[in-house]
């Protein structure tokens, strides 16, 4: 009898033992942190890095939790989609537009202890043109011929033609100690935080760093808590084990916060678009008719609604609100099945025809592709859908271009100009528009950018490059206790340092 | 008399989703692309079980998926039971060393857990209902190889073996005469309970989205579907769930019963 209850025991022990183990991963937030300067910020999301470096593929979540709090650039993007002076203090343009001078700020320091130079910013710009560089800006930034640092404050940039979105690409470039080693697993900035620890499968730590150049953060520290399904992750913040969660995908968790006055929720402006991409190289895709004919057939207002229940928004072209050249286009694409018929008919189509739609495995592509088959199958298209992993899609559709049409999430913002250039995933080979992209480029004033730019995104619109169905809706759930969160989330962006907890 | 009770219960439970696919044949509530219901309807009038999020009629969905749920798994039993058969036959009267060879192989493939080989032919084929059924019926196979080669090898030992042996019946007729009569029933019930496992097998790989892809209708992906809103609209999620326990609990049933049925031992005891 009392050997049995030993082993009762013992077995409640292990359980109990487990059950600390379990926990210690997972710090509590919210009530047991104490309020002011600081609190701990845990951040729950779905991104967690690949690695820790932007330029070898780190992903989405490096971004999201390094962009402006470990590593700084010479500008910053903020939530409001302006750019500001950052690390670099101010800059002069010369008049031919070729040559950029940049003054650094002073009395920064990366968090190894080393006195930032113009030879770290040198370096950091030079790895994001690296031949073995994975940046998706790589391209924005090859008009830059040399870089050069006359004294350790000043950096210089020639460019080999004018690129008027040169300060605002900077804004994405980091600032790293020259000297610093393996960065996919390590990382030295000049950003208020320093990486704490990062628990692959888990969480990221970020503590403040007490040699910060600015205002100190307003909390004591963030803590990134990854999830890999949103379920779970809403959990964790009913349960009060995050304190914000950085993007909400999908409005049926919403019900659980709506209302409850320990939480608020945040609508702000997203800059990801889905899309149903076609192939336009390849027939029947090569006809603008064509494709004109299948956005038309789509009803892209009743799969909104389906996936996102009132929230999001229309698109009729590639830039979304926040894009100084956005135009409301949506009349550009009606829901008309009676004309997407006459214009299959007229372009040789009238039995409709057959095609695979390459279909990555994660919400919402398969609802949408469902509906999407349903949609074309009225004006007599047969779908077959391929779901395929995020990383087939890298390689079949991004790389080997093998593919009649594709969906796919696009989330960055001024991404209108990938239609001028013809080598893009998805082919779409106008003269005219490579033309405008190229000429807006090089324009002197942000009003020429703004009009030529505007031409393009027109004309992409009117020969249904693309099919835009809808842009995401950006929607922020955090505790009420909190506030100074950004709502926007640009390009995935989280600038934690200006949140406070209670 | 509890056997022939089990096993009727058990028939009666398969029978049912046996009759729904059938039904869905000839006649659904809705055309399973009609998205007309509204999003996440409730239960009620024009849809008996609510629509989803697309604004599809549940039922529809349902009744469809039951005809993907059988044919998975009658068709991995069909691949595996073929397979395993044979495989364990032949492992069953072969030489020592083949023997050794053949167990060390079906060893390692029983190893793999069954999903994870799945997934591996469901990568390396296109995801279709067809990968499903030869990725779960090749892991079955191991399984129903390794029971059937124990069978045999106990038939095998028996003096009545020998004696035909002796009596120069060639081993063609042994297997027919002899070892397939003896060893069907336990055969029986195994492919029975493998049956329901496979059902499970193809819910598991459809709602790790690597089913027969969208729109066939399948009751792992509908649980997918249904998780997000599971709140908002649980018979999305409790609806295909309740059908698997179904479908699942009547395959076991109906092995208990086989088994009590089939084997005298059993029955004189009762």
């Known amino acids: 009898m009392s050997s049995k209850l030993a082993g009762v025991l013992a077995a409640l022990t292990l359980l109990v033992a487990a059950c600390g183990s379990g926990t210690g991963n997972t710090p509590r937030g919210g009530s047991s942190a104490a309020p002011g300067s600081a609190a701990t910020i845990e951040v729950g999301s779905l991104y967690e890095p690949q690695n820790l470096d932007n330029i070898a593929g780190g992903g989405q979540g490096v971004t999201e939790a390094f962009n402006g709090n470990v590593y700084e650039g010479l500008f910053r993007l903020t939530d409001a989609g302006k750019v500001e002076n950052l690390l670099a203090e101010s800059y002069k343009v010369a008049d031919d537009g070729l040559t950029y001078t940049f003054k650094l700020r002073q009395g920064v320091r990366f968090h190894s202890g080393k006195a930032l130079t113009a030879a770290d910013v040198t370096n950091s710009i030079e790895r994001v043109l690296a031949e073995d560089s994975q940046s998706a800006r790589k391209s924005n930034l090859k008009v830059i011929k040399s870089v050069t640092a006359p004294d350790d404050a000043t950096a210089v940039v020639e460019l080999s033609s004018r690129s008027i979105s040169l300060v605002y690409n900077l804004s994405y470039v980091w600032i790293v100690n020259a000297a610093a080693k393996d960065l996919t697993t390590a990382a030295d900035g000049t950003g208020p935080y320093r990486l704490g620890a990062w628990k692959r499968g888990s969480t990221l730590s970020l503590a403040p760093f007490s040699g910060y150049w600015g205002p100190r953060p307003a909390n004591g520290g963030v803590v990134f808590h990854y999830f890999t399904e949103a379920t779970a992750l809403n959990n964790a913040l009913l349960t009060g084990a995050v304190d914000i969660v950085t993007s909400q995908q999908s409005p049926d968790a919403l019900s659980q916060f709506t209302g409850n006055p320990d939480y608020k929720i945040g609508e702000g402006h997203s800059t990801t678009k889905l899309l149903l991409a076609f192939n336009d190289r390849r027939a029947p895709f090569d006809k603008p008719q064509v494709r004109r004919a299948v956005a038309a057939a789509i009803d892209d207002a009743k799969l909104l609604e389906s996936v996102w229940a009132g929230h999001g928004s229309l698109i009729g072209s590639m830039v979304p609100p926040t894009d100084p050249w956005y135009e409301d286009l949506t009349s550009l694409d009606r829901h008309d099945v009676e004309q997407a018929k006459r214009d299959l008919a007229a372009a040789g189509y009238a039995q409709g025809f057959r095609f695979t739609l390459d279909t990555p495995n994660y919400d919402p592509h398969p609802t949408a592709a469902t509906f999407i088959k349903g949609e074309l199958a009225k004006v007599g298209i047969t779908v077959d859908i391929n779901v395929i992993t995020a990383d087939e899609w890298y390689t079949k559709v991004y790389k080997n271009r093998d593919f009649a049409a594709t969906m796919q999430e696009h989330v960055n913002d001024r991404d209108v100009v990938w239609y001028g250039d013809p080598g893009f995933y998805w082919g779409y080979d106008d003269e005219q528009v490579t033309a405008w992209v190229a000429e807006a480029e090089r324009a002197k004033t942000t009003e020429e950018q703004t009009a030529l730019l505007k031409k393009a995104n027109r004309r992409i619109a009117e020969n249904a490059a693309s099919d835009w169905i809808y842009l995401y809706p950006q929607i922020v759930v955090a505790s009420s206790a909190l506030s100074g969160y950004p709502v926007n989330g640009l390009n995935s962006q989280f600038y934690a340092y200006g949140i406070k907890k209670g | ?270």
């Open chain 2, 1 to 270: 008399m509890r056997g022939r009770l089990t096993f009727a219960a058990g028939c009666a439970l398969v029978g049912l989703v046996l009759a729904v696919a059938l039904v869905s044949l000839v006649w659904l509530p809705y055309d399973p692309a009609d998205t007309t219901g509204g999003r996440l309807a409730p239960p009620g009038g024009a849809h008996l079980l609510g629509t989803d999020k697309l604004g599809r009629d549940l039922l529809t969905q349902l009744m469809a998926g039951a005809r993907t749920a059988l044919i998975a798994g009658i068709g991995s039993v069909l691949v595996g039971g073929l397979l395993g058969v044979t495989g364990g036959l032949l492992a069953g009267f072969a030489t020592r060393w083949l023997d050794d060879a053949l167990s060390a192989a079906l060893d390692i493939v029983i190893a793999f857990p069954t999903l994870l080989l799945a997934m591996l032919v469901a990568a390396a084929r296109e995801a279709s209902l067809g990968s499903v059924v030869l990725a779960i019926g090749l892991g079955m196979s191991a399984i129903v190889a390794r029971l059937t080669r124990v069978l045999v090898k106990r038939v095998l030992a028996q003096d009545y073996i020998t004696a035909a042996r002796t009596s120069g019946t060639s081993w063609p007729r042994i297997v027919a005469e002899h070892v397939l009569p003896n060893i069907w029933p336990m055969l029986l019930v195994n492919l029975a309970l493998q049956l329901g496992l496979a059902v499970l097998a193809e819910a598991a790989l459809s709602y790790l989205g690597l089913g027969p892809p969208p729109p066939n209708a399948s009751w792992g992906r509908l649980l997918q579907e249904a998780q997000a809103t599971v709140l908002t609209a649980p018979t999305g999620a409790i609806a295909p769930g309740v059908l698997l326990v179904v479908l699942v609990v009547g395959t076991n049933l109906v092995a208990d019963g086989l088994r009590d049925l089939a084997d005298p031992t059993r029955r004189r005891s009762r």
